[in-house]
């Protein structure tokens, strides 16, 4: 498979589980808060900071639809993940590749086919 499209179609399946694995998630409350509950300082919880932003609770705010709500929220956290480390990636990659103009006039151009 080429590498191309390994990525295509692994982009595709992490969108379909985000977007339609997501509804299926369990709505249980997580480890920390089901151990809050059963010792008794979950009264002591506070909202976070960011319990007003736009994917709090993992659903997006504004979508009627509970299950639109949640796969939209899953897609998008993917696309944003993707976005953040292709991003990182492309920087890191690009500062550690020098110009050709910043190549001294002596040092040997190496050729890519004599790199296998």
Excluded: C, N
């Excluded at 292709?86 to 040997?108: K, T």
């Amino acid at each position: 498979m080429r590498t191309r499209r390994f990525y295509v179609v692994a982009l595709l399946v992490a969108l379909l589980v985000a977007g339609v694995g997501s509804y299926y998630a369990s709505a249980h409350p997580d480890g920390l808060e089901y151990v809050a509950e059963k010792t008794g300082f979950l009264h002591a919880a506070e909202d976070s900071a960011a319990s007003d932003s736009p994917l709090a609770d993992y659903q997006v705010v504004g979508v009627d639809d509970a299950r639109l709500r949640g796969g939209l929220a899953g897609v998008l956290g993917v696309l944003l993940v993707l976005l953040i480390a292709g991003g990182l990636a492309w920087a890191v990659r690009r500062r550690g590749r020098p110009d050709e103009a910043e190549r001294s006039a002596d040092e040997p151009v190496e050729d890519p086919a004599k790199r296998r």
